[in-house]
């Protein structure tokens, strides 16, 4: 069975970094383009950072210069790293594989001093 498994989130001051992980088994996952989402609360979950099969990355202006996606498709795996985090980066992060439309669990990410 197909899953994605988020993990990394937590609680970070201003200005700090986090890596997020998203680890997926039950599928061929160097075929699937791969995007990072997220929803805060009382707002409408966004797409913060895309990667294609072929590597291609997109952000929104919003995090574009903070946060940087890569994939290992090694591992069955990809990241979001976010630096100079802001209280407005605080949200449940979801990551999702396009080609079954596969949503992880969900991670917590609190951005707060």
């Known amino acids: 069975q197909a899953q994605l498994v988020e993990s990394g989130g937590g609680l970070v001051q201003p200005g700090g970094s986090l890596r997020l992980s998203c680890a997926a088994s039950g599928m061929i996952f160097s075929a699937s383009a791969m995007g990072w989402y997220r929803q805060a609360p009382g707002k409408q979950r966004e797409l913060v950072a895309f990667i294609t099969s072929g590597y291609s990355t997109n952000y929104p202006d919003s995090v574009k210069g903070r946060f940087t996606i890569f994939r290992d498709n090694a591992k069955n795996t990809v990241y979001l790293q976010m630096n100079s985090l802001k209280p407005e980066d605080t949200a449940v992060y979801y990551c999702?594989?396009?080609?079954?439309?596969?949503w992880g669990q969900g991670t917590q990410v609190t951005v707060s001093s």
């Open positions: 999702n594989a396009r080609l079954t439309n596969l």
